[in-house]
């Protein structure tokens, strides 16, 4: 469960004892930030949004080749009026970018994918864990800016902000989650496993980008999990287990 968006509501229902969070399965947290490709970094010394933001002509606009081009996220989407924001913060207009909104998930991801085979340089909003950055080399940007709760909570993530500061992007937690009721009747070895079961974000994409390019079930993507990450889940298990796991395979 990514929490940003009902941290209230996650935390009332723990501190009524109805929800119980054990971990945090993403130990690196989700990502979500600007990126750009890692050859166009390498190749120009690029390290931060204002390293980027003094080069608009590496990055050009599709519909105005004379601006930079931007990619925020598609329409609906909770880190649109985010992005639209921090657009405004960084004064990405004045720097000569555009905003180009991709229309939906495939524009972005496809968006990405256009650049990296012909192997230009695009700059925008992603995130992780997601098969795309299992399968291509991305650097996130330094927002060079302190995280500002107060301006993030009330302005940044707001769509009625017109005064929204430099920040760099929330901390997001992922954590697992169980109910209460569920807890309370579980056997002690379902609750240790869950409550140990935790990826890093770069092994998820690479089993991510293996089904993405598989087109494997979520069924295929737990076999070739325990596959080739048994120095990963065999911690999450006791030995008797792992090695039922292993022989099942």
């Not at 606009?61 to 924001?85: H, L, M, T, V």
């Not at 992007?169 to 140990?196: C, N, Q």
Request: glycine share 8%; net charge negative; with cysteine.
């Amino acid at each position: 469960m990514w929490v940003n968006s009902a941290r209230e509501a996650i935390d009332n229902a723990v501190a009524d004892n109805k929800l119980l969070i054990t971990v945090d399965v993403l130990t690196d947290g989700g990502e979500e930030g600007w990126w750009i490709p890692q050859y166009t970094a390498e190749k120009h010394g690029l390290k931060t949004v204002a390293d980027v933001l003094a080069h608009p002509e590496l990055f050009p606009a599709p519909e105005d080749k004379s601006r930079g081009g931007f990619y925020g996220c598609p329409s609906g989407w909770g880190c649109q009026p985010i992005n639209n924001s921090l657009y405004t913060a960084f004064e990405l207009d004045k720097a000569g970018f555009d905003m180009i909104d991709p229309g939906s998930a495939a524009g972005l991801s496809g968006a990405i994918a256009k650049a990296y085979e012909r192997e230009q340089n695009w700059f925008g909003y992603y995130l992780a864990p997601t098969p795309v950055l299992g399968k291509y080399a991305m650097v996130k940007l330094d927002f060079e800016a302190p995280f500002d709760a107060d301006n993030w909570h009330n302005c940044v993530a707001s769509e009625d902000c017109d005064t929204p500061q430099k920040t760099r992007w929330i901390e997001s937690r992922v954590h697992t989650a169980i109910v209460k009721s569920f807890a309370d009747r579980a056997p002690a070895g379902v609750l240790d496993y869950l409550s140990k079961r935790a990826f890093k974000n770069a092994d998820l994409n690479q089993v991510l980008a293996w089904m993405s390019e598989e087109q494997a079930s979520g069924e295929d993507g737990a076999a070739y999990f325990l596959s080739q990450y048994a120095d990963i889940w065999e911690a999450w298990v006791s030995k008797n287990v792992a090695e039922k796991i292993r022989a099942a395979r």
